[in-house]
Nanobody, 127 residues
Framework: QVQLVESGGGLVQAGGSLRLSCAAS????????MGWFRQAPGKEREFVAA????????NYAYSVKGRFTISRDNAKNTVYLQMNSLKPEDTAVYYC????????????????????WGQGTQVTVSS
């Protein structure tokens, strides 16, 4: 099992930026594909972004494409989510997730694919 701790959330005005971090411990994060998900009050958890173990492949939800960037630094055992041009509808608890990499080395864009989750960090975007 890998332990995940998110940080970097907070309150920001619309149009602003935040960078979330997901620090992994217990295992080398380079052995894991990683993803970011979010859940707003009263809504289901939804996919935001995913990255494969090496960082060579990424995928984004349509709603964040062009505004958010997922990246990773395996030497620091950390995955990032840079969020620019934030909108009030981006308000949610953001979760980091990890799953051991497959032989194909792909990313995963569904929550059911992941078996390690962080506790979440709140992002609030005011209008």
């Amino acid at each position: 099992q890998v332990q995940l701790v998110e940080s970097g959330g907070g309150l920001v005005q619309a149009g602003g930026s935040l960078r979330l971090s997901c620090a992994a411990s217990g295992r080398t994060v380079g052995n894991y594909a990683m993803g970011w998900f979010r859940q707003a009050p009263g809504k289901e958890r939804e996919f935001v972004a995913a990255i494969n173990w090496s960082g060579s492949m990424t995928n984004y939800a349509y709603s964040v494409k062009g505004r958010f960037t997922i990246s990773r630094d395996n030497a620091k055992n950390t995955v990032y989510l840079q969020m620019n041009s934030l909108k009030p509808e981006d308000t949610a608890v953001y979760y980091c997730a990890a799953v051991q990499r497959s032989s194909g080395g792909y990313y995963y864009s569904t929550a059911i694919s992941y078996d390690n989750w962080g506790q979440g960090t709140q992002v609030t975007v005011s209008s």
